[in-house]
Each structure stands twice: as C-alpha cells, then as structure tokens.
C-alpha cells in the first residue's frame, strides 16, 4: 500500500483488513465504470444519516423534530462532506480518469463528497456498525459541538418556500439567465421571480444551487423589509 494511502488511514482513524474496500472507495466513476465507489456511496449516505441523526437526537433532548432535520442537513449535505473530504486528504488518493485529473476533479464539491460517504460504507464493510459509526463521530466532533438548534438556519429557498406558503402566496419561480465559462469553472447567472410585487432577484454563483440560494437569499430579505419577519 502506498505511503498516500496509509497516511488516509491514519486520518480516517481506521486500518483496513481488506484494503481492496478502500481502493474501491476512492475509485471515481470516471476510472472504471465497472469497479468504482458508486454502491459504497449508496451505502455510505445511509449510514452517515443514521449516525448524524442518533447523536443529534442524543445531544438535543429538548430540540424539535424540525430543528433536528435542519441540524442534521447541514451536516450531511454535500459542502460539509466536501469539506471534510478535503480535510483528510481525501483528494490526494483519489482513483479518477484523465479528464477529470486534467479538470481537477480531485478538488471538486461532489466528487469529495461521493468519496467520503462511500469511506463510511467501506469502513463498516470492513470493520461493522460500532467501529464505523466511531469514525463517523470522530470526524464530526467538531461539528456536532458547534451545530445547535438555533444556529441551523433554513437555508434559503426553503425559509422563502415556507415564508411564501405560510402566506397562502405563490411560490417563486427560477430561471438561468446566462451561464459563463466552461466547467468546472462556470458561473451561473439564476434569477428568482416573485409575484408578490412582481420581484425578480438575480445572483451569481459557482453552480446553479448555489445561484438560486442566493437569489432566494435577495428576495427573503426583501420581503421582510416590506412586510416584515
């Protein structure tokens, strides 16, 4: 095994007995589309939304069932698991095909992501549940300390959707005006349309999610300005 990936178990925290399941998990689609890390991912996000939501149910008695799912998204979703990823090297020992290498794939959002869900799943082939769901926990100490009930905002479409329906209005509609640039370097220009006022609300971002949590994030503040929280 290599000096790279010995290092990764170190920061992983877990030695692997068949060592086949870690090259398995770091082995992009772009590599082999036979033998790559898609079904490890598969299993991996099932069990990283279990882990997640058990400590948090644990560590917030008190906090509601919608506090608890927003607390929980923010933890799995993809930034987060790509910023973990990119923590513990994960991008350095990444398998990938010539035009990813060539394009940086081993530094991109999803890519980091898929890899890290499909770890977990590798890890609790490897080892089972308990030692599995230590590593998870491991990574995440840092994290679940800081998310609280309050800290985890709605992100933006979402509290604009419910703003929106909790006032019987129509919701928005989202539209890419322009999209620059070649990936994976594009930006996308989204704009976000309210009837309410007849109020469109254009952002500028690095994907179109991105994009559209901006322009939503325009319009929300717009319409507590006219109408308040």
């Known amino acids: 095994m290599s000096v790279d990936l010995e290092r990764l178990e170190d920061r992983l925290g877990h030695r692997f007995s068949n060592r086949d399941l870690l ?7 772009s590599a082999s589309r ?5 079904r490890l991912e598969f299993l991996g996000d099932s069990l990283l939304s279990e882990f997640i939501s058990v400590a948090l149910f644990k560590m917030h008695p008190a906090a509601t069932e919608g506090q608890l799912t ?18 513990l090297g994960v991008g350095n020992c990444l398998a990938l095909g010539g035009g990813e290498l060539k394009s940086g794939g ?6 980091l992501a898929d890899a890290v869900e499909a770890l977990i799943g590798a890890i609790y082939l490897d ?8 590593c998870v926990l491991h990574w995440f100490a840092g994290r679940l300390a800081e998310v609280s009930p309050d800290s985890a905002d709605k992100d933006p479409k979402t509290a604009l959707q419910e703003w929106l329906q909790g006032r019987q209005l129509p919701l928005p509609e989202y539209q890419v005006l322009e999209v620059h640039g070649q990936a994976p370097k594009q930006q996308f220009d989204v704009e976000c349309r309210l009837q309410e006022g007849d109020k469109a ?3 500028t971002g690095a ?18 300005q006219q109408h308040g929280r």
């Open 23 to 29: 090259t398995l998990a770091l082995t992009h689609r």
């Open 34 to 38: 036979r033998q790559n890390n898609e």
């Open 70 to 87: 927003r607390m929980r998204a923010s933890l799995v979703r993809g930034v987060t698991l790509a910023e973990l990823g990119s923590e």
């Open 106 to 111: 081993f530094r991109r959002e999803s890519i």
């Open 127 to 134: 080892a089972g549940q308990r030692a599995c769901e230590q």
């Open 201 to 203: 609300f254009v952002a």
């Open 207 to 224: 994907s179109r999610r991105k994009a559209e949590q901006a322009a939503a994030r325009a319009a929300m503040s717009w319409l507590e």
